[in-house]
Structures are given as C-alpha cells and as structure tokens.
C-alpha cells in the first residue's frame, strides 16, 4: 500500500479545517480553529483511540484495560457513559450490566431483573438505572465476549465497575506522572432514553468535566454520541471538541426515531449532511463500513467519498472499531478457520489509514499503533 501524503501542517481536527472549509463553515470552522492547535500538538495524525480501553486484552472499561491502553501508547482512551439510579456516572458500555458484570450471581439483587425497552429494543436483564452507586459498587466486572476471549476471562472479578469521576482522577495522576495530558474519549449512551427517565446525562457529564477543569476548547477530551440532540446539548453546556457517531449507511439515530426525523446515516454523510454537523460538532466516528464497505462476499471493497467530504466540511473522521479476530475482520483479512483466533488485522488497519482518516478505534491499541506508524507526521 502506497504511504499516505502527509500535509505539512496537519494536525488532529484534519487537514480541511487549516484551510478554505474551515473559513466557509463560520461558526463551526472558527470553533474547530480555537482547539485545534493545542491538540495538533499533542496528538499525531492518525490517532488511535484504545476502544473502551484494551479491551482485547482486559475486560472492557475496567482499570485494567485503561491502563493497559495508555502503557500500550493509545493516544486516547475512551469511555461509554450510563448513571445509576442515584445519578452517578458510570462507565459501561450499556446500561444493561448482564454480560459485564457478576450481578447474576448476586442473589440480593435477583428481584431485580426485568425487561426493558431502550432504544427500541426489548432487552431482559440487570441495568445500571436500577441500582445506587453503593450497590452498584459490591459487583465485579468480567469479561462480555468470554467465547471469543478466553484469555480475557482470567480478570473476572479482578475490577470493579469505574465511575467517571475515578476516571477523571485517574486521568490526573497518570498525567502528572507522565508529564503530559491524558486524553478521553467520552460517550454519551443513550441519552434520549436517560432523560426521559430523569437522569439526562448532559449536565451530569459537564458538571465533572467543569469540577476537573476539562471543559474548555482546548481541553484533552473529545465527547462522543450517537444522537446528534446530546451533541447539541453538550455543545451549550461545555467547548470542548465534539464528534458525531454514526452506524451504517441505513440506520436512524434514535433521537431522530423520536422526533420523527427521517434522516438516515447515509443522509448525514452527504456533502449537505456533512455541512450540518459542522454546524456544532467538530468531528464525526461513522462504522467502518461507511468508509470502506463490504461486499456481499464480506470483502472490503472501494473506499468511499466519506472522507473526503467530511474533510471539505472541516470535519475529522474517528471511525470504529478493528479488532484482531477472525471473526471481525473483513473475509479477505482472516486467517484460518478459526473466528477466535487473529487474522491478519494489520493489513486491515493499514487499508484503512491509508484512506485518509484522522483517527481509529481499536481493542488493541499495539497492533493499531503499529500499523499507524508509516502514516504518521513526522
């Protein structure tokens, strides 16, 4: 694969926004320009963000799979954020806690199973909204895809479920350690759902951003969502650089499902669409597969215009997720019969840098790094 031409100036809110795109975009291209040279200096282009940590190796969003990431040299870590019942939030990747946790193996808490609607979606089991910081704290977490990582399971119940607040502390002391900041990536999940429930994430999630001084334009954060409405909302209560997730081309995000919006994934990666989001965000985290899509044989095939367009609008693209196993990987990348074991991941990664995207989600931050390395500014 050819290297990728490095701009001489890039840096991590894209090479678009240095230019013409920022200056026709206003409001957003000025915001973008406020943050972007602290961060420029901080991290390279392409970034890696260790997905929910290092969550190949540790059971995801633990302690043990954020530290990992940051010792591996993830640029930035990420964490998904739900509240308890009390209003604490909490980093999991759901609120439904069944498969990351031992609650089932607490009877006290047996009562507390049912079935819920989130997000259109008819889930049974254990869910954080249900229990108070304290009781939530008497679990353990363990590893959610056992099948697939084994090795993973050796930390079940090694770590218990990470508040944010502890994780913005962590993130302090690594830094004075390290003599540098340590940069979060911080996910809204299911906000429309929480709100209505009386626990909007929003102003929780500022709140502690501004008690921890990490709520400016330059702050080393960026915040996440797949609802466009939370991206807003964040936007009124806090600067710092905000990205839109986006899943594959036909899916509608929830708060849209909501509000009667019929705009799709694939309207929002329209060059129109594109212009809309940098009305209030700075970046956007699509699926892979809006990138580089599949075939019907689950090959990868051309890139698309995505990337280009998204830098036209001044926008940086953070793309999820690649991950090591067979059984995620594109059909021409596996290795083996095997689902579990590791394909080959690094040629995966480098199909995708090389399409120009300024960032990338992994669950193991080493092989992205790795591949990340003849991609980068030097």
């Known amino acids: 694969m050819q290297k990728r031409q490095q701009p001489g100036r890039r840096t991590v809110l894209g090479a678009a926004a240095l230019g013409a795109g920022a200056a026709v975009l206003g409001g957003a291209g000025q915001a973008s320009a406020a943050v972007r040279g602290t961060a420029g200096r901080e991290l390279p282009v392409p970034l890696i963000v260790g997905h929910r940590g290092a969550s190949g190796y540790r059971p995801e969003h633990t302690f043990g799979s954020y530290q990992l990431a940051l010792d591996m040299g993830a640029d930035v870590i990420e964490q998904d954020l ?12 759901e609120n439904d806690i069944t498969a990351t946790t031992d609650v089932s193996a607490h009877p006290e808490f047996a009562d507390r199973r049912t079935t819920k609607t989130v997000d259109g979606q008819q889930l049974t089991g254990w869910f954080t909204e249900d229990f108070t910081l304290a ?19 050796l930390y079940d119940g090694h770590w218990q479920v990470p508040t ?12 004075r350690k390290r003599g540098r900041r340590v940069w979060l990536h911080i996910e809204t999940k299911h906000p429309t ?16 951003l501004r008690a ?7 702050s080393p954060n960026f915040l996440q969502s797949f609802e466009p409405s939370s991206i807003r909302r964040l936007g009124e209560l806090v600067d710092c650089p905000k990205v839109v997730l986006l899943g594959t081309l036909k899916d509608r995000p929830w708060d849209f499902t909501e509000a009667g919006d019929p705009r799709t994934v694939a309207d929002l990666v329209t060059p129109k ?10 970046g956007i985290g699509p ?8 075939d019907k044989d689950g090959k990868l095939g051309e ?28 059909a021409d990348f596996r290795r083996g019969t095997d689902p579990n074991a590791y394909g080959d991941s690094l040629g995966v990664f480098k199909a995708y840098l090389g399409t120009g995207i300024d960032g990338l989600f992994s669950d193991n931050p080493d092989t992205a790094l790795l591949a990340a390395e003849e991609f980068r500014t030097h």
């Open 82 to 93: 739900v509240p308890t019942k009390d209003g604490h939030l909490v980093c999991r990747h």
């Open 135 to 153: 009781e939530l704290k008497t679990l353990r977490a363990k590893e959610r895809i056992p099948g697939t990582r084994q090795h993973n399971t």
């Open 164 to 175: 944010f607040e502890e994780v913005l502390q962590w993130a302090e002391r690594e830094g």
């Open 193 to 208: 759902y929480f709100r209505k429930l009386g626990l909007g994430l929003e102003e929780r999630l500022a709140k502690a």
């Open 212 to 218: 921890h001084g990490r709520h400016r334009r330059n």
């Open 273 to 282: 669409g594109l212009a809309w989001i940098a009305g209030f965000a700075e």
């Open 287 to 294: 699926d892979l597969t809006v990138i580089i899509p599949r």
């Open 303 to 330: 890139p698309t215009s995505v990337v280009k367009d998204a830098h036209a609008a001044g926008l940086v693209l953070h793309p999820y997720t690649v991950r090591n196993e067979n059984t995620f990987l594109p």
